[in-house]
Nanobody, 124 residues
């Protein structure tokens, strides 16, 4: 049974940092492109960052570019999201997702598996 389990969320002051992790129980983890999404209260879930199977290519939403970094360790079946310079508008539930494709994808329907989410709250 495929599972994605996020961790690392919490409460942080504006300007602070957090590192999210997503542990995937996917036997062929290295065959999946991975993404991070977030959903704030009353808003739609949105793309944050994506990384290809090899980790050589990444993509970021304009709102996080230069502050967030996505990476992966295929030996550990884990994808990370390093979040620096956090802002109150980054407050959301953060989800990791897996897409069985070689390409970077940014839409919800192209991802096959989802985690349960981890809460990130940034105070001003």
């Amino acid at each position: 049974q495929v599972q994605l389990v996020e961790s690392g969320g919490g409460l942080v002051q504006a300007g602070g940092f957090l590192r999210l992790s997503c542990a995937a129980s996917i036997p062929t983890f290295s065959s999946y492109s991975m993404g991070w999404f977030r959903q704030a209260p009353g808003k739609e879930r949105e793309f944050v960052a994506g990384i290809t199977r090899s980790g050589r290519s990444t993509l970021y939403a304009d709102s996080v570019k230069g502050r967030f970094t996505i990476s992966r360790d295929n030996a550990k079946n884990t994808v990370y999201l390093q979040m620096n310079g956090l802002k109150p508008e980054d407050t959301a539930v953060y989800y990791c997702a897996a897409a069985n494709t070689a390409f970077l994808v940014t839409t919800l329907y192209t991802h096959d598996y989802w985690g349960q989410g981890t809460q990130v709250t940034v105070s001003s």
